[in-house]
C-alpha cells in the first residue's frame, strides 16, 4: 500500500505494477521528495521542485540509457559520468529557476551543496553529483 510509505517518505523497491497507474504513482511520490532535473527527449532540461533542498536528482524519461539521447539534453547542464551519475554545475542550478538570485535560495544551494562536499559529491569545480533515475515510459 503506497499511503503508508507516502507519509514515511519511504518507496517500494518495486512498484505493484499489476495495478493501474502504480507505476506512475511510484515515480510521483519518488519526484515529490526532491530537487531533480527533468530530461524529455528532444526536450532542453528543466529543473523541478527548485526549493526541495532534502534529494538532488536527474530523472530521465526512458526506460533506460539507449532509448532516448540523453547526452545531448544534459550537455549545458554539466559533465555526464555515465548512464548512473551526472556532475551538475551549480551556475547552471541558479540559471534554471527565477529563485536563482534569491539570498534564501542561495542559501539553500550553499547548505546542499556543503553536505554534498562532505559526502564527496562535489569535484575541484564545484559540480554536484546527481544520480540518474530512469524512469521508463
Given at each position: 500500500?503506497?499511503?503508508?510509505?507516502?507519509?514515511?517518505?519511504i518507496?517500494?523497491?518495486?512498484?505493484?505494477?499489476?495495478?493501474?497507474?502504480?507505476v506512475m504513482?511510484?515515480?510521483r511520490?519518488?519526484r515529490?521528495?526532491a530537487?531533480y532535473i527533468?530530461?524529455?527527449?528532444?526536450?532542453?532540461?528543466?529543473?523541478?521542485?527548485?526549493?526541495?533542498?532534502?534529494?538532488f536528482?536527474?530523472?530521465i524519461?526512458?526506460?533506460?540509457?539507449?532509448a532516448v539521447?540523453?547526452r545531448?539534453?544534459?550537455?549545458?547542464v554539466?559533465?555526464?559520468?555515465d548512464?548512473?551519475?551526472?556532475?551538475?554545475?551549480p551556475d547552471?542550478?541558479?540559471?534554471a529557476?527565477?529563485?536563482g538570485?534569491?539570498?534564501?535560495?542561495?542559501?539553500?544551494?550553499?547548505?546542499?551543496?556543503?553536505?554534498?562536499?562532505?559526502?564527496g559529491?562535489?569535484?575541484?569545480?564545484?559540480?554536484?553529483?546527481?544520480?540518474i533515475?530512469?524512469?521508463?515510459?
Amino acid at each position: 500500500m503506497l499511503l503508508p510509505l507516502r507519509h514515511a517518505g519511504i518507496l517500494p523497491a518495486r512498484p505493484a505494477i499489476d495495478k493501474p497507474g502504480a507505476v506512475m504513482a511510484t515515480l510521483r511520490l519518488h519526484r515529490e521528495n526532491a530537487m531533480y532535473i527533468h530530461v524529455v527527449a528532444g526536450q532542453p532540461a528543466a529543473l523541478e521542485d527548485p526549493q526541495n533542498f532534502r534529494d538532488f536528482k536527474v530523472v530521465i524519461e526512458a526506460p533506460g540509457p539507449d532509448a532516448v539521447d540523453f547526452r545531448t539534453a544534459l550537455a549545458p547542464v554539466g559533465r555526464i559520468e555515465d548512464d548512473k551519475y551526472v556532475w551538475v554545475r551549480p551556475d547552471w542550478l541558479r540559471g534554471a529557476t527565477p529563485l536563482g538570485s534569491e539570498a534564501e535560495w542561495q542559501a539553500g544551494l550553499q547548505k546542499m551543496t556543503a553536505f554534498a562536499e562532505k559526502n564527496g559529491w562535489v569535484d575541484q569545480d564545484g559540480a554536484i553529483r546527481a544520480h540518474i533515475e530512469w524512469a521508463g515510459t
